[in-house]
């Protein structure tokens, strides 16, 4: 069973920072490309970033330049570090294989307050 635990998100201000992690078993970590997704209050999930398992890296056009994704192997852990924080950045943001097998956390919320 695929489990996946997010951490690190909260209430930040416009142009701030966070880190985002997300803990996954070991079993899928280590062979799967994994990726974040957010889904803000209303709106569909959207992919925001996704990382191979060697270390490519894709970005959502509109968080290019902001969000680095990145993971440690040795720890089954995903990380998105966000900068420049801007109110449409607020979501509940989710870690998963990629392409996704319908397997979800529970999700981190985010928050950016103007």
């Known amino acids: 069973q695929v489990q996946l635990v997010e951490s690190g998100g909260g209430l930040v201000q416009l142009g701030g920072s966070l880190r985002l992690s997300c803990g996954a078993s070991g079993s899928i970590f280590s062979v799967n490309a994994m990726s974040w997704y957010r889904q803000a209050p209303g709106k569909q999930r959207q992919l925001v970033a996704l990382i191979s398992t060697g270390g490519r890296t894709t970005y959502a056009d509109s968080v290019k330049g902001r969000f680095t994704i990145s993971r440690d192997n040795a720890n089954n852990t995903l990380y998105l570090q966000i900068h420049s924080l801007k109110p449409e950045d607020t979501a509940v943001y989710y870690c998963?294989?990629?392409?996704?097998?319908?397997?979800w956390g529970q999700g981190t919320q985010v928050t950016v307050s103007s």
């Open positions: 998963t294989p990629f392409p996704p097998s319908g397997s």
